[in-house]
């Protein structure tokens, strides 16, 4: 996947190569050495195969050009009165680092290439200066092309990290998001630094799953429309859709999803409860207009559901995925990793469907967090069958979600309080001996309050399961 320096990122860094810098007096008056300059002069405006023997033939002059050794700085801190030349040297450093493999392990030797670079990324409060974004470009080709783990990038990554959120929350400039979502995917070369971009989700992930939200048509709203089916997003595709998310955009966010998905054993759970990752895309493959789009998508659920299938199969199954690949499978499709995602994922669904009860959808259900009025919750032999089943279910995990789900207000979205009282008071209904157990986990006292709830719905489902508790403590 090739991905070229966003039109913005381009055009600033050639405006700072062709722009003019008195190499001659900036040596004069000790801004640099003379050996610096030399160094310079030896890569500046040269065809990229000289450029590329003259570094790997002296790469130890060029590690102490840019990060210095004992007693002899780097350039940036030499120069770091003057920003113009500093705005060069980091457009110079990108260059070399893209171009010469081999530097960004030489930088490493013996110093840390990090310790002039990262106060850049703070280097002024206006808004207007290039010199942190350069930094960032420069940071991110150091880290990408030398696949260093060490406890120095360790330290540094979260630094660059946060800054580039910075970037990504600017929703009025697409052009700083896409180069801050590109630098993303440069930096998701291993699982540590994946580990770390997941560490520092509030920043990192939170703000790319609002940009698909809104590509999807869901914007801040609640997901409740997905859920229940009733969602009226246009399915013309995305370009110029519901915020404006440009198919670029779009993709390299994508593309970073995809890249932390390997990591879905371990956080693929997590992903799905805090963003309902596995409805968002299927929302977003049910209007994607591009192969590149779908393949990423397929690719990423191919990866979650596989690492995740006891907890998202059932969820991918509540959001209707199996007919969704359906229709996907029907449109024109020319990539053969994409069908053949496509495939496995409809194979693994298919299994799925075989094996499971109507106990396990109901079960799904709840554990996504989010109820509807699915089949189960009004037919009454499901309760008769199944009460003692749900309450004893790993401990009572089923009732401790309800009670979850209960304290919350769920104002975009009444009916799941409605439904959740109702499912309350089958389970006093049918197991009267263990209402204690809901007691315990505030249900009953939650119900009583919902008495008094604005929806007329949730008013009338908790006084009726209000009903079984005292039908059964007159009674005894």
């Known amino acids: 996947m090739s991905l ?20 001659d007096g900036a040596a004069r008056a000790g801004t640099i050495t003379e050996a610096q300059l030399a160094k310079i002069r030896a890569v500046d405006k040269v065809r990229r195969e000289q450029r590329k023997q003259v570094v790997e033939g002296d790469l130890d002059g060029y590690r102490i050009l840019f990060v210095g050794e004992a007693g002899t700085p780097g350039v940036l801190q030499s120069a770091s009165q003057r920003s113009d030349v500093v705005q060069y040297i980091l457009v110079l450093l990108s260059d070399l680092l893209d171009g010469v493999p081999a530097l960004a392990k030489a930088l490493f030797k013996d110093s840390n290439p990090y310790q002039h670079l990262l106060p850049l990324l703070a280097h002024s409060n206006n808004p207007e200066d290039p010199i942190p974004l350069l930094t960032s470009t420069a940071l ?34 697409a052009g700083l998001q896409d180069i801050a979502v590109m630098e993303y995917s440069s930096l998701l070369y291993g699982q540590s630094s994946r580990q770390l971009f997941w560490k520092q989700r509030s920043e990192t992930v939170a703000p790319l799953i609002d940009i698909l939200r809104k590509a999807a048509g869901i914007g ?30 779009l993709y390299h966010v994508l593309l970073v999803l995809w890249q932390l998905s390997f990591e879905a054993e371990d956080i693929g759970d997590d992903l799905n409860d805090e963003y309902d990752i596995v409805l968002l895309y299927t929302q977003l493959l049910r209007l994607s207009p591009k192969e590149k789009t779908t393949r990423l998508l397929l690719s990423t659920l191919n990866n979650l559901l596989e690492a995740n299938p006891s907890t998202l199969l059932p969820t991918a199954v ?3 995925l199996p007919a969704l690949l359906q229709n996907v499978g029907g449109r024109h499709l020319t990539d053969p990793d994409l069908q053949e995602d496509l495939e496995t994922l409809k194979e693994m669904l298919e299994e799925y469907r075989k094996t499971k009860t109507t106990f396990d959808e109901y079960a799904a259900e709840v554990q996504s967090g989010h109820l509807r009025w699915s089949p189960p919750h009004r037919h009454q032999t499901f309760w008769t069958e199944n009460a003692r089943k749900i309450l004893d279910f790993e401990n009572g995990k089923i009732p401790r979600k309800l009670a979850d789900i209960m304290k919350k207000p769920w104002e975009n979205d009444k009916a799941v309080l409605a439904i959740a009282c109702n499912d309350v008071g089958n389970l006093v209904k049918e197991v009267p001996e263990k209402r204690y157990q809901l007691e315990k986990l505030g249900l009953k006292t939650r119900i009583m309050e919902l008495m008094q709830d604005s929806d007329e719905n949730v008013r009338w489902e908790s006084l009726r399961a209000l009903g079984g508790w005292l039908k059964y403590s007159f009674e005894n």
């Open 4 to 23: 070229d320096p966003p039109p913005y990122l381009g055009s600033l860094q050639n405006n700072v190569r062709q722009r003019p810098i008195p190499w």
């Open 140 to 173: 991110a080709a150091l880290m990408a092309n030398s696949k260093d783990e060490s406890q120095s990038t360790e330290n540094a990554l979260p630094l660059v990290l946060s800054y580039l959120c910075g970037l990504v929350k600017n929703s009025n400039d």
């Open 220 to 249: 801040g709203e609640s997901s409740a429309s997905l859920w229940s089916g009733n969602n009226t997003t246009r399915s013309s595709g995305f370009e110029g859709l519901s915020g404006g998310v440009g198919l670029q955009l």
């Open 318 to 320: 509540l959001a209707r």
